[in-house]
T-cell receptor
Framework: ELKVEQNPLFLSMQEGKNYTIYCNYS?????LYWYRQDPGKSLESLFV?????AVKQEGRLMASLDTKARLSTLHITAAVHDLSATYFC???????????FGAGTRLTVKP | DAMVIQNPRYQVTQFGKPVTLSCSQT?????MYWYQQKSSQAPKLLFH???????NEADTPDNFQSRRPNTSFCFLDIRSPGLGDAAMYLC???????????FGSGTRLTVV
């Protein structure tokens, strides 16, 4: 069964600092997703990574995928308060659309 | 805009009283999913429809059923809601390649 592990689960950062969230998964996959969720809201798609070595950037967030290591990272550069939210990675197994989520990282950015 | 719409946004039901949540889509995606998300937890896949083929997760309780009368609509039926079923229910769609999933706004279910 596919397992998706995220760490850290809780992250408190100061504004202006950099940090990385890690996502490991247990089975072969060709699709990895990052989502943002604000309290009481649904999921907002941030990145879709479809191949080994894929790197995508949007503003202060950059995501990468290493399919051989079964690892994705979400790097935060010069954090700002507006980035405070819960971030989930999710993985769909190869040839299967059943997307499964990691436990989520609750990010708090403090002034 | 093409989208996934869930109704209602908030649903309060009595313990043991059947309740139905609905999801519609204008994306013409052939796969539709239902996820359950309890407070401070990750979304958990309950089941999905690939076209008309129903796929149930092994650990989804029998209390949860689903119907997909056509491509656009999918329903989640909870036959006898318990207090432990209080959660946000998220509907999502994807095409057959699964290169992107679109989520609805969710229905927050309260059981009293």
């Amino acid at each position: 069964e596919l397992k998706v592990e995220q760490n850290p689960l809780f992250l408190s950062m100061q504004e202006g600092k950099n940090y990385t969230i890690y996502c490991n998964y247990s089975t072969t996959s060709d699709r990895l997703y990052w989502y943002r969720q604000d309290p009481g809201k649904s999921l907002e798609s941030l990145f879709v990574l479809l191949s080994n070595g894929a790197v995508k950037q949007e503003g202060r967030l950059m995501a990468s995928l290493d399919t051989k290591a079964r690892l994705s990272t979400l790097h935060i550069t010069a954090a700002v308060h507006d980035l405070s939210a819960t971030y989930f990675c999710a993985v769909a197994p190869y040839n299967n659309n059943d997307m499964r989520f990691g436990a989520g990282t609750r990010l708090t950015v403090k002034p | 805009d093409a989208m996934v719409i869930q109704n209602p946004r908030y649903q309060v039901t009595q313990f043991g009283k059947p309740v139905t949540l609905s999801c519609s889509q204008t994306l013409n995606h052939n796969v539709m999913y239902w996820y359950q998300q309890k407070s401070s937890q990750a979304p958990k896949l309950l089941f999905h429809y690939y076209d008309k083929d129903f796929n149930n997760e092994a650990d989804t309780p029998d209390n949860f059923q689903s119907r997909r009368p056509n491509t656009s609509f999918c329903f989640l039926d909870i036959r006898s809601p318990g207090l432990g079923d209080a959660a946000m229910y998220l509907c999502a769609t994807s095409d057959s390649r699964g290169w992107g999933y679109t989520f609805g706004s969710g229905t927050r279910l309260t059981v009293v």
